[in-house]
T-cell receptor
Framework: DQQVKQNSPSLSVQEGRISILNCDYT??????FLWYKKYPAEGPTFLIS?????DKNEDGRFTVFLNKSAKHLSLHIVPSQPGDSAVYFC??????????FGQGTILTVHP | GAVVSQHPSRVICKSGTSVKIECRSL??????MFWYRQFPKKSLMLMAT?????????EQGVEKDKFLINHASLTLSTLTVTSAHPEDSSFYIC???????????FGAGSRLTVL
């Protein structure tokens, strides 16, 4: 049972435009959500997080939106840069416990 | 910031041999470390939670005798893949959370190839 789903395996965006990565979850008990970025043959690196008591968190070019009623979160990157090209994983946890990851979305930003 | 080191980054072994992967927290003590496995084009799957000084907690479907985890100190956890088979070939990643931190720091991962 995939509790966290990223239904888009890949996304291609032009440099300077907005990248929107989506994530859906089924467990309404999740209370903390994170986005990780991963380059090939490397471990994931933390990008941004959001608590379930918020609906938006912004950090520079990265903004995460949470829609609890829809059990949906999204990561917006604007403006997108070629260096943003990577695999993006969303993850969810309960009580800051173990993380459940989505399948990942490959983002390619074209110059 | 918190740094987690994994070694080796790549290992190739023959079927039937055992392979040990180390995970170290370099600048903090970690009472808990996590071991993940990633299949090609798949999500990161939590295998087990490594607890310092006690037995690891394994996720459903993960064989304890196959994937031995030892967390002997506050800065080191090891994963031993015993009697490795080609289907054990994968990317194994460990992670830990620094005290007071809300997020996990991941190691660089270890690519295991079993011939």
């Amino acid at each position: 049972d995939q509790q966290v789903k990223q239904n888009s395996p890949s996304l291609s965006v032009q440099e300077g435009r907005i990248s929107i990565l989506n994530c859906d979850y089924t467990n309404s008990m999740f209370d903390y959500f994170l986005w990780y970025k991963k380059y090939p043959a490397e471990g994931p690196t933390f990008l941004i997080s959001i608590s379930s008591i918020k609906d938006k968190n912004e950090d520079g070019r990265f903004t995460v939106f949470l829609n609890k009623s829809a059990k949906h979160l999204s990561l917006h990157i604007v403006p997108s840069q070629p260096g943003d090209s990577a695999v993006y994983f969303c993850a969810a946890s309960l009580n800051r416990g173990k993380l459940t990851f989505g399948q990942g979305t490959i983002l390619t930003v074209h110059p | 910031g918190a740094v987690v080191s994994q070694h080796p980054s790549r290992v190739i072994c023959k079927s039937g041999t055992s392979v040990k992967i180390e995970c170290r927290s370099l600048d903090f003590q970690a009472t808990t470390m996590f071991w993940y496995r990633q299949f090609p084009k798949k999500s990161l799957m939590l295998m087990a939670t490594s607890n310092e000084g006690s037995k690891a907690t394994y996720e459903q479907g993960v064989e304890k005798d196959k994937f031995l985890i030892n967390h002997a100190s506050l800065t080191l956890s090891t994963l031993t893949v015993t009697s490795a088979h080609p289907e054990d070939s994968s990317f194994y990643i460990c992670s830990a959370s620094a005290p007071g931190a809300n997020v996990l720091t991941f190691g660089a991962g270890s690519r295991l190839t079993v011939l």
